[in-house]
C-alpha cells in the first residue's frame, strides 16, 4: 500500500536503534527524508548511511543532539526548523524498586520522557498548525495503563505521555494536523535481545527457543508468546503517519501482543 509520504520530512528521536530505528527505516520506505537523532555522532551518522545506502531516492540527514538539553534542542530548532512529522522516542527505563526511586531520579525521567518530547511538541505543532499539516507521535509503553510495578518512575511518565497526547490532540480542532500514542508491548530491541542471549547464555538453543523460553516463564499473559518486532511497531506508525490515518485524533493505540487484559 502506497502511503502517501514520499518526499515527506520526518524527525525521529532515539532514531540509532531499536524502535526508532525502526520506524526511521519503514518511513524512509516509503520515501521519508528521516532526520536520524542520538546523542552520539557516529552512530547517527552510521544510521543515515544504512538508510541512503538501502533507500537511495531518500535525503536522510544527521540530527545528533541530547535532546533533555533545552540548549541542545534549540540548536537542532534552528538547524531542522520544519518538519512534517514528528516521532518521540526517546525514553529511558529500568526496572527499579520503589523504595530506591530518589527525587532525582523521578526528574530525570520526567525530563527524559516527558520534557524533551513536549519541548519538541511544542515548536514543530506550532508550524504544523500554521501549514495545517503534520503528525506528531508519542511511544509509550503497555506500562502506561497496566503499571507492572517493577519500574514506577518509568509508568508514570508514560502514563503522562497519553494525557499530553490528548491534551495537545485538542489544538488540533478542525486541521489535518494528528497527534496520537502507540503503547507497544515487550519489543525485542537490540538490548532485550542481548538480555536474554546472557540469560540463557550456557544453553545450546537457538534464538527463537530462547525467546519462547523466557516469554513462558516471565510474560506469560502475552498473547503472541513472542517479543514484538520493531519493525513491526515502524509499519504501524507509517501507517499514522498517512494521510489515510487522518480520523486517529489523540488516540492511544495499543501493540502490546495481547499484554492488557482490558477491554479498553
Known amino acids: 500500500m502506497e502511503m502517501g509520504l514520499n518526499n515527506k520530512t520526518a524527525l525521529v528521536t532515539g532514531s540509532t536503534k531499536g524502535i526508532g530505528k525502526a520506524i526511521a527505516k519503514e518511513l524512509a520506505k516509503e520515501g521519508v527524508n528521516v532526520l536520524i537523532n542520538g546523542r552520539h555522532y557516529q552512530e547517527a551518522e552510521q544510521t543515515v548511511k544504512e538508510i541512503k545506502s538501502a533507500f537511495p531516492a531518500t535525503s536522510p540527514q ?7 538539553d533545552a540548549l541542545q534542542r534549540e540548536a537542532l530548532f534552528k538547524k531542522f526548523p520544519n518538519v512534517d512529522i514528528l516521532i518521540n ?69 508514560k502514563s503522562m505521555l497519553l494525557s499530553l497526547s490528548k491534551s495537545l490532540s485538542k489544538l488540533t480542532k478542525g486541521t489535518e494536523v494528528t497527534i496520537n500514542t502507540i503503547m507497544p508491548g515487550p519489543t525485542l530491541s537490540e538490548n532485550v535481545q542481548q ?63 495481547g499484554m492488557v487484559p482490558t477491554i479498553y
Do not use: H
Not at 544527521?62 to 533533555?68: F, G, I
Not at 515548536?123 to 514506577?152: C, H, W
Open 62 to 68: 544527521n540530527a545528533t543532539a541530547d535532546l533533555v
Open 195 to 257: 538480555i536474554i542471549e546472557d540469560i540463557y547464555n550456557n544453553e545450546k538453543m537457538p534464538f527463537s527457543e530462547k525467546e519462547r523460553q523466557f516469554m513462558i516463564n516471565n510474560l506469560p499473559q502475552s498473547e503472541i508468546q513472542r517479543f514484538i518486532k520493531p519493525l513491526e511497531i515502524g509499519r504501524l506508525a507509517t501507517f499514522l503517519c498517512s494521510p489515510y490515518a487522518s480520523a486517529f485524533k489523540g488516540s492511544p493505540i495499543r501493540m502490546d501482543g
Open 89 to 157: 522516542n526517546i525514553g529511558k527505563y529500568e526496572i527499579m524498586q520503589y523504595a530506591d526511586v530518589t527525587d532525582e531520579i523521578w526528574e530525570e525521567y520526567f525530563r527524559t520522557n516527558v520534557l524533551a518530547a513536549n519541548g519538541l511538541s511544542k515548536y514543530y505543532l506550532t508550524k504544523m498548525l500554521e501549514n495545517n499539516d503534520g503528525r506528531i507521535i508519542f511511544i509509550a509503553s503497555e506500562e502506561a495503563v497496566m503499571p507492572s510495578g517493577q519500574m514506577p518512575q518509568y509508568c508514570m511518565t
